[in-house]
């Protein structure tokens, strides 16, 4: 059955040869223009992220939520005040949140609170609404808890509206609207050594108090703006992509048909945005700094017969299936790259990856009526350095006529007028200009100030370098656990890898509650031998100096090794996890009273 396919997508090349190769020349010439199309882009924005700006100043109304109906007025919360508080507190009501929190329910964790800058739980899903939202993972390994909530997705890639709807679902089943509060920010989390709680402040007048706290922010949660000369001027009408304006398009975008559209970027949103735009608006302008790779999207309506078969536990089974896939795939590696040198390794690894991309480049010319579009639309990178996007309308919505790409060629859009983005001294004319121009990446404590132990700033902390174990735990900052940080593993799925912290949090604060422990504090060589392990695996990668700019190499800058994900592979990940369980007290301080 279709269903039963795994998904194919290869993110690590294996060293094998191929047959019938073309030379190693053809190779190096594409090689040396990726480096070239790289510098062409540090050439007009040096690395780092200091090329994109907040949604705030002259442009804070753009981070206003469209989704709330209104602004549930409330009293502040005091609970130093009544001596209340609650067991855990998560910051942030997206995934995170949501599976951690069934895991202590099975435990019997009581009180939980969630606290959500949005209206409701979702986090992503709460946020991102645009026009064909959907995850490229397929959904029957995306959507977390299927066997707990009895659920099978509609399709093999699921939509927006179906994954928010599975997160109210579990909200609901696991009973966390109860104690929720929504539409408050966390802006302070500071740790109360002498009652052994952290204090929570928010934008709302609340002061909170917790036992334990989970910084569930989620990975892409702050929207970000190209910094753009002149962007406050323009006259039209304007939103980013994470906070669409219905009300502007009407729900089906039937209110464009006489309205010409900008949209500034051409990353994963923008490329499931742009078809339904072309379908609609009067015209649209894309407005292109760095194509994306644009892969076959292979999707199905679930089959009734085929999710009638499936068992009790299916969906812990089949990740059971990929982790030992994954385990077989790393020993395969292992075993390939016997006889060989790093060199020849890296080589064959590399012609594999650009087959992929002249493969996509292919696609490009074969769907793609103008020449010069087409070529513009060929993305000049190696596989994976920026994220690869899977869509079947993107690239025919630019053989309509109404849809015109102003390929910026790295340079990006610099300048804003009245009327528009300008480019090369022609300022294009639009009446709605969307900001598909993404999000802040990985931080921790987004909007909020973490202060632990001795007046510790997790900020101050991390200035000489994330310092953490397993990217969960900090030293310095009890009974606080991290959720899809850095220096965890990096999973293209990310819903396994947070059940997989989400499970392990469960049982450390379970742990905790067993032996009657206050307080459990990561000790500081486990945290040094953490550190180690990442820097260990991330010496084997040139990913930052090779790759074009993006968010998957902090746009360029060469930074700490230490300050990234950790690339030993998410079953070894899996395992340290499993040891660190097999033995607490040899990794965490507890104290009791
Ligand atoms: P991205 O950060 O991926 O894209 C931002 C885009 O804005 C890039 O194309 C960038 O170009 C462009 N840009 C920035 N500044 C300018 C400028 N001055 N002029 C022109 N273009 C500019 O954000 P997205 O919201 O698209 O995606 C974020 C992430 O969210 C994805 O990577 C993915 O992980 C997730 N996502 C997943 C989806 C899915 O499952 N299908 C769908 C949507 C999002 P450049 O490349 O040159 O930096």
């Not at 309506?301 to 030992?324: F, H, P, Y």
């Not at 973490?450 to 900052?477: C, P, Q, W």
Request: charged share 25%; glycine share 8%.
């Amino acid at each position: 059955m279709a269903e039963e396919k795994q998904d194919k997508f290869v993110m690590n090349f294996e060293p094998t040869e191929r047959p019938g190769r073309p030379p190693q020349e053809y190779y190096d010439e594409i090689k040396a223009k990726f480096a070239e199309q790289r510098d062409v882009r540090l050439g007009y924005r040096p690395p780092g992220t200091n090329n994109y700006r907040d949604l705030d100043g002259a442009m804070a109304d753009l981070a206003r939520d469209p989704y709330a109906d209104d602004w549930a007025e409330r009293e502040p919360i005091d609970d130093t005040a009544n001596g209340d508080e609650v067991d855990v507190l998560f910051i942030g009501g997206g995934f995170s949140a949501l599976l951690t929190s069934a895991r202590l329910r099975e435990k019997g964790v009581e009180s939980i609170r969630i606290v959500e800058r949005g209206a409701d739980v979702g986090g992503t899903w709460y946020w991102n609404r645009y026009p064909g939202v959907a995850c490229d993972v397929v959904a029957y390994d995306y959507l977390p808890l299927l066997d707990e909530m009895n659920y099978v997705p509609t399709r093999h890639y699921a939509q927006g509206p179906e994954i928010f709807a599975h997160c109210q679902a579990i909200a609901t089943k696991y009973d966390l609207y109860n104690l929720a509060v929504f539409q408050t920010t966390v802006t302070e989390t500071l740790w109360d050594g002498d009652a052994q709680r952290w204090n929570i402040t928010t934008d709302r007048g609340d002061t909170m108090r917790a036992k334990f706290v989970v910084c569930a922010n989620g990975t892409l949660a702050k929207p970000r703006l190209a910094r753009i000369g002149g962007m406050e001027r323009f006259q039209g009408h304007s939103f980013h992509t994470s906070r669409w304006d219905y009300n502007f398009t009407g729900h089906d975008l039937e209110q464009l048909g006489d309205v010409r559209v900008g949209i500034i970027g051409t990353g994963a949103s923008a490329v499931q945005i742009i078809p339904n735009l072309g379908t609609h608006a009067k015209s649209v302008h894309v407005f292109q700094r760095t194509p994306s790779s644009i892969d076959v999207r292979d999707d199905w309506e679930t089959s009734d017969e085929w999710a009638a078969k499936l068992d009790d536990g299916w969906q812990s089974k089949r990740r059971a299936k990929i982790v030992s896939k994954l385990r077989e795939q790393a020993d395969r590696k292992g075993q390939l790259r016997h006889g060989i040198t790093r060199e020849e390794k890296i080589r064959r690894q590399e012609n594999n990856n650009i087959d992929q991309m002249m493969r996509i480049h292919t696609r490009i010319d074969d769907t793609v009526d103008d020449q010069a579009t087409a070529d513009a639309l060929k993305p000049w990178y190696m596989l994976m350095c920026k994220r690869p996007c899977f869509h079947n309308d993107y690239l025919p919505t630019f053989n309509r006529p109404n849809v015109h790409l102003v390929d910026t060629q790295g340079q990006g859009i610099t300048e804003i007028g009245e009327r528009g983005p300008i480019f090369d001294g022609v300022e294009y004319e639009v009446d709605l200009l969307i900001y598909a121009t993404g999000f802040e990446v990985q931080q921790t404590g987004i909007y909020n100030r973490i202060v632990g132990e001795g007046d510790v700033d997790l900020n101050d902390k991390y200035d000489s370098g994330i310092r953490t174990m397993l990217g969960i735990h900090s030293a310095g900052f009890p009974n606080m656990f991290i959720m899809g940080g850095y220096q965890a593993s990096f999973q293209f799925n990310l819903t396994d890898l947070l059940q997989v912290q989400g499970d392990h949090i469960a049982y450390c604060i379970s742990h905790a509650r067993a032996t009657g422990a206050d307080t459990m504090d990561v000790t500081a060589d486990s945290e040094e031998w953490w550190v180690q392990e990442v820097i260990a695996h991330r010496g084997k990668t040139t990913r930052n100096q090779e790759c074009t700019p993006g968010y998957y190499n902090f746009e360029g800058q060469e930074n700490r090794r230490q300050d990234g994900n950790y690339n030993g592979g998410f079953p070894a990940y899996i395992d340290h996890i499993a040891d660190v369980e097999a033995d607490m007290d040899a990794h965490f301080v507890f104290t009791t009273g």
